[in-house]
């Protein structure tokens, strides 16, 4: 009997009978896929129909059917034979008179079972060499495989307690910091626990609202009893229960610790931790539908502060501006709110606070379509924030700049600045709301579709595994969306537009909703569906007229009478030929 193996974690090889097939056999990208999708299925067969479209979920029925037996037929050629891959009726076979060995199925077993059992945990673990095919990361297919062994291996390392491969393997894992953190104090190494809690605090983004959990504050409150830097350990504590607060839907008490939080860092000279403060307070703020006052009291405050402190406090709420820009009354409230906080700016002699008005000033005139103030108040901000040293506030300013060269007929300008910036936006504590902004201006900026998927790919590859702000990933969804329809990947659009619809939900109304309006026009426009297309871009342009986005209201206008026109053409072009065939 035929003897076949087939390793999928860590890499995609294969053996059959003591033969390794050698990689440029799979030189058909497909039909290795092909083998996979089968190695995957129990007992290593499927339906024609689901493998067909798994590989192109994007074509139809007939093209698909076409495409796989190209596909089956280079895939059998590298296996060394046409028996290899059966088909008995709709069913395809990986190797069904084999003996086939999946390194992928065998870990799955061993691992359910030790896990079960609590026994053979160490064996397990040996046979997870690597992900599951990791040459494949963006293949849905292999998604839910991936994804359900990385998991198994996260919680073997955990029955093992191999704290620390826990953390390579997932740096955010509470569980892992925590026991370190018990682990050091176990072992009397109380500032090893102290520094454990602010690794995971680094990793949880406070500015996104996400923070440790009660049981690890109190160990780390056990570990900074008796510390002499007890103020700096207290102020992080203290944040750490707004946070804990903020998690449990109780915004109040969220806001009253994250207050405490923020007057201790201030006393410690902590920067970051009064920016990390100032957010809660802002999330908290958000929760409780009154962010703008708060944010014009906190304004009026900090204007009076050092430059540092100030400079940390206002970057803080630069998503939350977006969040509020974004809402259902739109961005004109902004403007009056950022008009007043110029002048109280201005009367302080704060750079900063005047850096953050024109900001929102610009960032509102250019939403409006007043595009040459929006060029003034965007540079005038941009040059303020370089002098206040405020290095997120001058990414953002040229992130908006970007889409006014965009808007303007700039693409290429558009696409070095945010390329410039990424590397600057990685490294900033904001990272998690500026890097992916950038990412959306990249793609918008392409020049086909074509060009934008591989951007997208390329963005996808460098968000994995991040913290990315959710109401700032809107920008990028949408656009990826747009561009994944216009490239004919149907499929991948409606996921895209799947993730941008669930991340609208945190408004009732405003901008991202009517983009959303336009993003379901160009995919129905995409699959064929004109009339519906049509209503879609004027129901977007409809609700960007609400906001008084006319930019916005004039190019999905445009859009519509576009697919009109040509949608008349072809009928008319239709009825030419029914008249020239009777």
């Known amino acids: ?283 908290a703020a958000t929760m409780q539908h009154r962010w703008p006052e708060v944010f014009e009291a906190e304004f009026v405050e900090f204007v009076r502060h050092d430059a540092t402190r100030s400079s940390y406090m206002f970057d803080s709420q630069l998503c939350l501006a977006e969040i509020c820009m974004c809402g259902p009354e739109g961005h004109r409230n902004i403007t009056r709110r950022a008009a007043r906080l110029r002048s109280a700016a201005e009367r302080a002699g704060s750079v900063h606070g005047e850096a953050i008005a024109d900001l929102l000033l610009g960032e509102a005139a250019l939403f409006s379509g007043e595009l040459n103030d929006a060029r003034d108040l965007l540079e005038s901000a941009l040059e303020l924030y370089r002098r206040a040293g405020g290095s997120a506030g001058q990414i953002v300013a040229q992130q908006r700049l970007a889409e006014l060269d965009l808007l303007q007929g700039r693409r290429e300008e558009a696409a070095r600045t945010a390329s410039s910036l990424l590397a600057a936006a990685s490294s900033a504590w904001l990272e998690p709301h500026l890097v992916v902004r950038l990412y959306a201006v990249l793609v918008q900026a392409a020049g086909s579709p074509a060009q934008a998927v591989r951007i997208i790919k390329r963005a996808d590859a460098a968000l994995a595994g991040r913290n990315v702000c959710p109401p700032c990933s809107m920008g990028y969804q949408v656009a990826a969306a747009a561009n994944y329809a216009l490239a004919g990947r149907l499929d991948a659009a409606r996921r895209r537009l799947a993730t941008a619809e669930q991340v609208a939900g945190m408004w009732p109304g405003g901008p991202w909703h009517a983009a959303l309006w336009e993003a379901r026009g160009v995919l129905r426009q995409a699959e064929g569906h004109d009339d519906q297309a049509i209503a879609m871009f004027r129901e977007a342009a409809a609700s960007f007229a609400e906001l008084g986005r006319r930019q916005d209201e004039q190019r999905c206008l445009a859009s519509a009478a576009g697919r009109a026109e040509a949608s008349f053409g072809e009928r008319a072009r239709n009825g030419n030929e029914r008249t020239l065939n009777l």
């Open 1 to 283: 009997m035929t003897a076949c193996a087939i390793a999928m974690l860590g890499g995609f090889r294969v053996v059959v009978d003591d033969r390794a097939v050698p990689d440029d056999a799979w030189n058909r990208t497909k039909a290795a896929a092909a083998v996979k999708i089968l190695a995957l299925a129990e007992g290593h067969r499927l339906h024609r129909e689901v493998v067909a479209d798994l590989l192109w979920p994007d074509l139809g029925e007939e093209a698909a059917a076409a495409n796989l037996r190209k596909a089956l037929h280079f895939a059998r050629a590298a296996l060394g034979s046409p028996e290899t891959i059966e088909a008995r009726g709709d069913l395809l076979l990986l190797l069904p008179e084999a003996e086939v060995t999946v390194d992928a199925e065998r870990f799955e077993a061993d691992a359910s079972a030790a896990l079960y059992s609590l026994s053979g945990v160490a064996e397990a673990l040996a046979l997870y060499r690597g992900e599951l095919l990791p040459d494949d990361r963006f293949a849905a297919w292999a998604e839910d495989p991936r994804d359900r062994l990385r998991s198994l291996h996260l919680r073997l390392l955990k029955a093992a307690a191999r704290w620390d491969d826990v953390l390579k393997a997932e740096p955010a894992d509470e569980d892992a910091h925590r026991a370190i953190m018990t682990r050091a104090l176990d072992g009397g190494d109380r500032q090893g626990a102290i520094r454990q809690f602010e690794r995971l605090c680094e990793r949880l983004h406070a500015d996104l609202g996400v923070g440790p959990s009660a049981a690890t504050v109190a160990v780390y409150e056990k570990a900074i009893a008796d510390d002499s830097r007890r103020i700096e350990n207290r102020a992080r504590a203290t944040l750490a229960r707004a946070l804990v607060a903020l998690n449990s839907g109780d915004p109040a008490a969220a806001a009253s610790e994250a207050q405490r939080a923020r007057e201790l860092a201030i006393a410690a000279n902590l920067g970051r931790e009064v920016g990390e403060a100032s957010a809660v307070l802002g999330i």
